[in-house]
Structure formats: structure tokens, C-alpha cells
């Protein structure tokens, strides 16, 4: 599973959309818990990729 963004930007989040999260870190915690691996950084080229892999059966 992953999530990649262009690096344009553009829009900006709601004021309820910000803070009070755990962010990558929390992220990476849960994927964990389920024996995952996380991967996160600029893609090649432009952009930011978040992407889980997961064992088979885990998802």
C-alpha cells in the first residue's frame, strides 16, 4: 500500500486536519504491531512517497 503526492502542493488542510497526531512515528508503530515495514521519503524525481508493506494474511 502506498500514498505518493507530485511535490506540487497546492492545497492546504482544514485547521481541524492539523496537530494533534502521531504522525510518521505513530504510523510506523502500527504498522509494526502487524510485523509491516514502513517506507518514507522524496520520490525519485519529484513528490513524497509513504508506502507499508505487510506480510501475506497481516492486512
Same mark, same amino acid.
Given at each position: 500500500? *502506498? #500514498?505518493?503526492?507530485?511535490?506540487? =502542493?497546492?492545497?492546504?488542510?482544514?485547521?481541524?486536519?492539523?496537530? =494533534?497526531?502521531? =504522525?510518521? #512515528? =505513530?504510523?510506523?508503530?502500527? #504498522? /509494526?504491531?502487524?510485523?509491516? %515495514?514502513?517506507?518514507? @521519503?522524496?520520490?525519485? @524525481? %519529484?513528490?513524497? %512517497? #509513504?508506502? /507499508? *508493506?505487510?506480510?501475506?494474511?497481516?492486512?
Amino acid at each position: 500500500m *502506498s #500514498v505518493t503526492d507530485d511535490g506540487r =502542493g497546492g492545497t492546504q488542510l482544514p485547521d481541524a486536519a492539523r496537530g =494533534g497526531g502521531f =504522525g510518521l #512515528v =505513530g504510523l510506523k508503530e502500527r #504498522v /509494526a504491531a502487524l510485523d509491516g %515495514e514502513l517506507h518514507t @521519503g522524496p520520490r525519485a @524525481g %519529484e513528490g513524497w %512517497e #509513504v508506502r /507499508a *508493506s505487510f506480510p501475506a494474511g497481516k492486512t
